[in-house]
């Protein structure tokens, strides 16, 4: 069955520190996967997707994601957190015949100054 | 550009009453999303529009849920009867192409007391 886990609910982290948010997924075939993320009162912003070709994929507001085929991953990385990165992030996977999109449950993204 | 607007933001209801939650998608998006998120559980499917068609509804919990796209553009989605277990956030998204990452609205909070 297809899935998505983001094992990690919460991360705290500090104001200029690196950042790894974790996602596993379970799926068939050649996934499509993206990262959406949540900032309070708002809807889910697309923060980048990986379909095919180079597996480091570069989004917005600096985050990248890479997707390691053998780990059955696609963590997302940002070198340096700004307070406003403060939010919920989904990991999430799609492609198949039902063009469905999957989600894990979320990580919520804490920010110390 | 207009994102995908949903109305209204918030909605509080008594059980059994019947509440309509309205989704304008972005202008020319023939693919149409609904998903709802129950708190603390994962952002679920529930069904996708092509155009005016419901391609897949298989993610609709009962039928106590009715989803229209009349003429293919707005979408509402209908719960009547509501039941406690209906509370959560229902999100809207819209694509061009399925599976290119859709963007989503910000949301109807649905609180059945």
């Known amino acids: 069955a297809q899935s998505v886990t983001q094992p990690d609910i919460h991360i705290t982290v500090s104001e200029g520190a690196s950042l790894e948010l974790r996602c596993n997924y379970s799926?068939?075939?050649?996934?499509?996967l993206f990262w959406y993320v949540q900032s309070p009162g708002q809807g889910l912003q697309l923060l980048l997707k990986y379909f095919s070709g180079d597996t480091l994929v570069q989004g917005i507001k600096g985050f990248e994601a890479e997707f390691k085929r053998s780990q059955s991953s696609f963590n997302l990385r940002k070198p340096s957190v700004h307070w406003s990165d403060a939010a919920e992030y989904f990991c999430?996977?799609?492609?198949?015949?039902?063009?469905?999109?999957?989600f894990g449950k979320g990580t919520r993204l804490h920010i110390l100054p | 550009e207009a994102g995908v607007t949903q109305f209204p933001s918030h909605s509080v209801i008594e059980k059994g009453q019947t509440v309509t939650l309205r989704c304008d998608p972005i202008s020319g998006h023939d693919n149409l999303y609904w998903y709802r998120r129950v708190m603390g559980k994962e952002i679920k499917f529930l069904l996708h529009?092509?155009?005016?068609?419901?391609?897949?509804e298989s993610g609709m919990p009962n039928n106590r849920f009715l989803a229209e796209r009349t003429g293919g553009t707005y979408s509402t989605l209908k719960v009547q009867p509501a039941e406690l277990e209906d509370s959560g956030v229902y999100f809207c998204a819209s694509s061009q192409e399925p599976l290119s990452g859709a963007f989503f609205g910000q949301g109807t909070r649905l609180t059945v007391v």
């Open positions: 529009f092509v155009k005016e068609s419901k391609q897949d």
């Open positions: 799926y068939g075939a050649t996934p499509y």
């Open positions: 999430a996977v799609g492609g198949g015949r039902d063009d469905k999109i999957i």
